[in-house]
């Protein structure tokens, strides 16, 4: 599976400081079509930073990133439109509070890509339907359950029909009985042959669905490759250390 | 851009910077030009229109500003006067209203009867008739023991009237901390009126801070109203001025020093709030 399609995402030498502390220090790493890539690593790893910088809410201060080939690094690119063309989930939902659960999926579509309001109702009924809310539609974002908005995020990035979509720990937040209907969504999505790039604690779930697992340290990818190598048997010490420390 | 000292920036991304540089400085440019063009031509305009050099002569003279200067500042100094006594009890009063507004319980009926109705008549009474009202009305009654200047009176009625609008506020201000900071709260064993004092009020004051600044600028030029009681303030004084020879420039002095006491507030405001770590509109996303 790994390295079957273009690539659609490629990150050369990405550096980000925030003032003195180097969090990225020069990050390579290759997401090739329908691959699931899971960034593991310790906090303050520059998990959460990597996927910002590639959804261009922070400026790279070095090095380059291409989306399909285009570097969207460079400060000639519209960011705006590269960033319409990937989904974002977040950790805490972000849901818009003041919409309903329809209107928060039909937002981008109606204001950004110019789908005629009715359109956009069919499509987000549509994907609302794909993850299982379509009786939610009306509701408001805080009569749902922590899943249940997650899963309204999911879908709101993915009515955008993306490229490639970003998952910033998005189980992290959730009930331990809450965080399988999201984990079975996104293997349903890498299914259908979804490009992501996600991070996460849930290492058993890094195991299920990552094409290549990549492990984050010292502000570089330090081991990447298949999850039952980098999971199973990974040959650099400071992986083995982390990973002794999430499963003791 | 924080270059860090470990590394050296590859040639990407020292010419990624050179662009951002010439783009800051054209935005920069273009800002300046256009900026510079449309206050030319506005001026432009003023100063070729048929009717310039008597409106300069009425509205800019020279020597009726110098002339009316000293009393202008005087009466000035009565508007900042009432407007830093009147400021505090209106915040004290608002508080107040606005915390009796907020309490809780079946208990606290009467105190949240007594908050609503005094801020619904007080926010739609006019502040004009209120002066009067109190002014005229107040010192009319003869209680001894009463002041019966009209300053107090006026003072009074702004002190009344101001409070009411402060008071919906503070509530807002009150009513936006989320239920989880009080829940917090009441868990660690603070009592209602210490969960409000230490955790709810500060953080509800300093996000109405921009508002009530707007309140309080407000108060300083609604503080010349109470000239109608006979009280001479920097616009009555300037009124006075003019009335001797129909030259409106002792307006235009006033106007011009009650902007130039706003505009120091405002930077002040602007100061605290960020150092609170507030950034409001103006702050970085």
Redesign the interface.
């Known amino acids: 599976m790994s390295g079957a399609g273009d690539p659609v995402l490629v990150l050369e030498e990405v550096r980000k400081s925030f003032g003195a502390t180097e969090v990225l220090r020069g990050v390579d790493l290759t997401v090739h079509e329908g691959q699931v890539v899971v960034l593991i690593g310790a906090s303050g790893s520059g998990k959460s930073t990597l996927l910002r910088c590639v959804d261009l809410l922070e400026v790279v201060d070095d090095g380059r990133i291409r989306l399909d080939g285009e570097d969207v690094t460079d400060p000639r690119v519209d960011a705006d439109a590269v960033r319409a063309r990937m989904g974002v989930v977040f950790q805490a939902y972000n849901l818009f509070p003041h919409l309903s659960v329809l209107d928060n999926v039909t937002l981008a579509p109606v204001r950004v890509h110019g789908v005629a309001a009715g359109d956009a109702k069919e499509r987000a009924m549509a994907m609302l339907e794909r993850v299982g809310l379509p009786e939610k539609a009306s509701a408001r974002p805080d009569d749902l359950s922590g899943g249940q908005q997650q899963r309204v995020a999911i879908a709101r990035a993915l009515v955008n029909q993306p490229r490639l979509m970003l998952l910033d720990e998005v189980t992290s937040a959730l009930d331990p009985e809450l965080v399988g209907e999201v984990l079975d969504l996104l293997r349903e999505l890498k299914d259908e042959g979804m490009t992501m790039v996600l991070n996460t604690h849930e290492m058993g779930f890094a195991r299920q669905v990552a094409d290549t697992v990549c492990f984050l340290h010292g502000g570089v990818v330090h081991e990447q490759g298949p999850p039952g190598q980098v999971l199973g048997d990974p040959r650099q010490e400071r992986t083995r250390q982390f990973l002794s420390r999430v499963h003791a | ?4 000292p ?2 050296q ?2 040639a ?2 020292v010419e ?1 910077r050179r ?2 540089r010439s ?1 800051a400085v054209r935005s920069a440019a273009v800002s300046g030009a256009s900026t510079v063009l449309v206050v030319g031509v506005v001026l432009t305009l003023l100063v070729t229109s048929p009717g310039w050099p008597r409106v300069r002569e009425t509205f800019l003279s020279w020597d009726k500003a110098v002339a009316a200067f000293p009393a202008v500042v005087e009466g000035l100094w009565l508007n900042i006067r009432v407007m830093l006594v009147c400021g505090v009890l209106i915040a004290l009063l608002g508080l107040t209203l606005a915390v009796m507004r907020t309490v809780r319980g079946p208990v606290a009926f009467p105190l949240r009867l007594f908050a609503t109705v005094y801020v619904d008549l007080f926010r739609g009474l006019p502040l004009l008739l209120v002066i009067f009202v109190l002014g005229f009305g107040a010192p009319a009654l003869r209680l001894s023991g009463l002041p019966s200047s009209a300053l107090f009176w006026g003072a009074c009625a702004l002190v009344l009237s101001y409070s009411a609008y402060v008071a919906e506020v503070f509530r807002a201000g009150i009513e936006s901390v989320h239920p989880s900071q009080r829940a917090a709260a009441r868990s660690l064993g603070l009592s209602y009126g210490q969960t409000m004092r230490h955790v709810v009020l500060p953080q509800a004051v300093r996000r109405v801070v921009p508002p009530l600044m707007n309140d309080l600028v407000s108060l300083q030029k609604d503080s010349g109203l109470i000239a109608v009681l006979g009280v001479i303030d920097a616009i009555r004084a300037a009124q006075i001025e003019t009335a001797t020879d129909f030259n409106f420039t002792p307006y235009v002095v006033a106007g011009a020093l009650f902007v130039c006491l706003t505009i120091p507030m405002a930077r002040l405001t602007d100061h605290v709030a960020r150092k609170q770590g507030f950034h409001g509109a103006g702050g970085v996303l």
Do not use: D, F, G, I
């Open positions: 851009m924080t270059a860090a470990s590394w920036p590859s990407l991304e990624r662009y951002r783009r």
